[in-house]
């Protein structure tokens, strides 16, 4: 299983989807998504991952979803209309180009994991599916972290996953519609009520590693 540049390994266990209707991008995507650990399932299209994914059964086994914004047959935000429609709940890390990034801050509007400008490294790829099969992980079993949680706000709430998504804070204000100063405020109050004094202590919260 391969190592990243934090000593880390991919998940044991784990499901990871790839959509994308660029051959050379899928076929070596899913390759480093293999080599990492990763049971990976590879598609051409979203009607081709929804008649896959949506018509079998799924155990517990924590699964994300990576696909492209910008797709001939389905665009990869009808793609995640046509999964919230039908109940399909999957984590979904978008990678797009870089004059994307508007599609890609309304699909994290509409719930996105998070999402990747290209070109970006293996290792942020890696590290977008590991937050996005952690939150897998802890709404199909018991989250210890419940309770702590719990103090936020739904605002606070909001702003603590898209921290976790390494969103900074200029593309946080852009996605919930607010100033930059509203999101600092935001963080200090959430990072005061969690008992928490870096990013990294608030990740480790958030991911229920505290």
């Given at each position: 299983?391969?190592?990243?540049e934090d000593?880390?390994?991919?998940m ?14 899928r076929?070596s ?8 650990g990763?049971?990976t399932?590879a598609?051409?299209?979203g ?8 018509g ?20 990869g ?5 046509e ?16 004059g994307?990034?508007p599609?890609?801050?309304?699909a ?8 990747l400008?290209?070109p970006?490294?293996?290792?942020a790829?890696?590290d ?7 939150k ?17 706000s ?5 702003v ?7 969103k ?9 519609g607010i ?12 990072m ?11 990740m ?7």
């Amino acid at each position: 299983m391969r190592n990243f540049e934090d000593g880390t390994a991919a998940m044991p266990d784990t499901r990871v989807y790839l959509v994308d209707d660029n051959d050379g991008f899928r076929d070596s995507t899913a390759w480093l998504l293999e080599t990492a650990g990763f049971e990976t399932h590879a598609y051409a299209s979203g009607p081709e991952f929804i008649s896959a994914y949506c018509g079998e059964r799924h155990g517990d086994a924590p699964e994300c979803l990576i696909s492209d914004i910008r797709m001939p047959e389905m665009s990869g935000l009808q793609l995640q209309e046509e999964l919230l429609r039908r109940g399909c709940m999957v984590p979904l890390v978008f990678v797009t180009a870089h004059g994307d990034v508007p599609l890609a801050v309304e699909a994290m509007r509409k719930g996105a994991s998070n999402f990747l400008e290209k070109p970006f490294s293996d290792d942020a790829l890696i590290d977008a599916i590991r937050v996005a099969l952690s939150k897998a992980r802890h709404h199909n079993g018991a989250n210890v972290q419940d309770e702590l949680l719990g103090k936020l706000s739904p605002r606070e709430r909001q702003v603590l996953d898209l921290v976790v998504a390494s969103k900074p804070n200029k593309i946080i204000a852009d996605i919930l519609g607010i100033s930059i100063k509203t999101v600092e405020l935001h963080r200090a109050n959430m990072m005061n009520k969690l008992g928490v004094r870096s990013l990294p202590e608030l990740m480790k919260v958030a991911l229920g590693h505290g």
